[in-house]
């Protein structure tokens, strides 16, 4: 079965600073999606980057960029120029080609300091 | 655009009591899923759903029922709550899953914050 694990329960960083996110995933699978979701105090889940596994070149959004590392099954989220706005907690996700099912991890609580 | 639309936002039911979480979608996604989100634990999936006809369990199933007769619509059923069904309850919906490679990705409803007592 896939597994996400995310190691940082909680970060705080001040605002404009750069953070990186952690994510490792465990899976058989050779083709799949991975993704960060951002969930604000509202509760309202919002996709913030997507990758797909058969592609090499990282996925940027903006100020958000992810280090994805299929061997080592690691895809980190960096959000550079942090905002206030970017407070919120950050989930890491995963669904196979194969099999319909998101799996998430259990997320990681980001504070941006002023 | 509604989008995911789930309904009630918030309820209080007793132990033992029954009751049906709504969902809908105006997409026209075919793939439906249903979470619970308890504090500190991520997102665990209930029951999903690729079409209408077809329902399959995910990691936490029991004490919950599903039905999926139309494409818009994937409701959750408690039949006998219990406190340990206390949680965040999040519908989702998603075009074609993960056979489309296009980018596919997951929209969800506002939540439904459930308390059993």
Redesign the interface.
């Known amino acids: 079965a896939q597994t996400v694990t995310?190691s940082q329960?909680e970060m705080s960083v001040q605002e404009a600073e750069t953070v990186t996110l952690s994510c490792t995933y465990d899976t058989s699978e050779s083709?799949?999606?991975l993704?960060w979701y951002k969930q604000p105090p509202?509760?309202?889940?919002i996709?913030v980057i997507?990758q797909?596994a058969?592609k090499q070149q990282n996925a940027t959004e903006n100020r958000f960029s992810v280090n994805f590392q299929k061997a080592a099954k690691s895809f980190s989220l960096k959000i550079s120029d942090s905002q206030l706005g970017d407070t919120a907690m950050y989930?890491c996700a995963f669904?196979?080609?194969?099999?319909?099912?998101?799996?998430?991890?259990?997320?990681t609580r980001l504070h941006i300091l002023p | 655009n509604a989008g995911v639309t789930q309904t009630p936002k918030f309820r209080i039911l007793k132990i033992g009591q029954s009751m049906t979480l709504q969902c809908t979608q105006d997409m026209n996604h075919n793939?439906m899923?249903w979470?619970r989100q308890d504090p500190?634990?991520?997102?665990?999936?209930i029951y999903?759903s690729?079409g209408a006809g077809i329902t399959d369990k995910?990691e936490v199933p029991n004490g919950y029922n599903v039905s999926r007769s139309t494409t818009e619509d994937f409701p959750l059923r408690l039949e006998l709550a219990a406190p340990s069904q206390t949680s965040?309850y999040?519908c989702?919906s998603?075009y074609s899953?993960?056979?489309a490679?296009d980018?596919?990705?997951?929209f969800?409803g506002?939540?439904t914050r459930l308390t059993v007592v």
């Not at chain 1, 669904?95 to 998101?102: A, G, H, L, Q, V």
């Not at chain 2, 500190?40 to 999936?45: I, Q, T, V």
């Open positions: 995310q329960p083709n799949y999606y993704f509202s509760r309202q889940m996709l997507r797909e058969y989930f669904m196979s080609y194969r099999d319909d099912k998101i799996i998430f991890g259990k997320g | 793939y899923y979470y500190g634990m991520g997102l665990k999936l999903y690729v995910g965040v999040f989702a998603s899953g993960a056979l490679r980018g596919t990705e997951a969800f506002q939540g």
